[in-house]
């Protein structure tokens, strides 16, 4: 198991590539207008979840953007997938 040093010096700067994206993404979203799309609700849930300690934000993040029904559709909306449920903000 690597140290907390290791993972950093292994990982850091493609991380903070990946969060100056995230930002940049939600500056042009915002800039256009679109912040209240459900799949930008289920984003803006999911980064608050960064705050989160525990070791389990992975999973926790993963939920914003499910489906939490049980029962099975007939037939699936649309032509592909949307990255989010839009029936609400993930279980």
């Given at each position: 198991m690597n140290s907390a040093?290791?993972?950093?010096?292994l990982y850091f700067l493609e991380t903070r590539h990946k969060l100056l994206d995230v930002a940049a993404f939600l500056d042009r979203v915002e800039r256009?207008?679109?912040?209240g799309d459900f799949r930008m609700q289920a984003l803006k849930k999911?980064?608050?979840?960064l705050h989160e300690?525990?070791?389990?934000?992975?999973?926790?993040i993963l939920?914003?953007?499910?489906?939490p029904t049980r029962e099975p559709v007939d037939k699936a909306p649309g032509k592909g997938a949307a990255g989010a449920w839009p029936g609400g903000t993930g279980a």
């Open positions: 040093e290791e993972v950093l010096d256009a207008g679109g912040t999911a980064l608050a979840l300690e525990g070791g389990s934000r992975a999973e926790a939920q914003c953007f499910s489906d």
